[in-house]
């Protein structure tokens, strides 16, 4: 099955500073990469999204590249803000009856 | 639209007792899973569902059963619940594998 790892597993940055996220995956048919916020107490959600016909998106602030020959995608968070601080999960999928594989999680400290 | 209903928020129960976490959506999504998560180690998958009438075990499901009688109901039962069983466990539902998942507000259980 899918195997995904994500690194780091913490990142601490001051404010105003870029933070990024690395995730692997080891299934080459996987097409579908999203990235999950987990805010402390809260449910994971959704904030930016990739699938494999398609190298960078962008949403504001956030942007996630994909290299599939590499099998390795990542996230980056430019202009970080102190509300930015909270764990972010990547996954992968293959689509079909497959359900995502999550990785561990990064716990990201944005300090003031 | 409520989404995501997982019932109930925070539970203790005594080892080997058993209980049934609830899990309801609104969507017609036919993907549900379960997932519990503990520290460092992400969102780990214990049972999932393609449809109703349909389910199959993920990375953890010792200790657990589902079923999916209807395609709004996925509840996870805990046949004689273990400390090892203490964790938050997490409900989603998506409308394919290679979409956004929704996620419950979580449980939060524990086992003395």
């Known amino acids: 099955g899918e195997n995904v790892e994500q690194h780091p597993s913490t990142l601490s940055v001051q404010e105003g500073d870029s933070a990024v996220i690395k995730c692997t995956y080891s299934?080459?048919?996987?097409?579908?990469f999203p990235w999950y916020k987990q805010e402390l107490g809260k449910r994971p959600q959704l904030i930016i999204d990739?699938?494999?016909?398609?190298g960078e998106k962008k949403d504001q602030r956030i942007a996630v590249t994909l290299n599939k020959t590499a099998k390795h995608f990542s996230l980056h968070i430019t202009e970080t803000q102190p509300e930015d601080s909270a764990v972010y999960f990547c996954a992968a999928s293959r689509g079909g009856s497959y359900i995502p594989t999550f990785g561990r999680g990064t716990s990201l400290i944005v300090h003031p | 639209n409520a989404g995501v209903t997982q019932t109930p928020k925070f539970q203790v129960l005594k080892t080997g007792q058993s209980m049934t976490l609830q899990c309801a959506q609104d969507m017609n999504h036919e993907y549900m899973s379960w997932y519990r998560q503990d520290p460092g180690m992400g969102l780990r998958l214990i049972h999932y569902s393609v449809g109703a009438g349909i389910t199959d075990q993920g990375e953890v499901p010792n200790g657990y059963n589902v079923s999916r009688s209807t395609t709004e109901d996925f509840p996870l039962r805990l046949l004689s619940a273990a400390p090892s069983q203490t964790s938050v466990y997490f409900c989603?539902?998506?409308?394919?594998?290679?979409?956004?998942?929704?996620f419950g507000q979580g449980t939060r259980l524990t086992v003395v």
């Open positions: 989603a539902s998506s409308y394919a594998t290679g979409n956004e998942a929704f």
């Open positions: 299934d080459s048919a996987s097409n579908y």
């Open positions: 990739i699938r494999s016909n398609v």
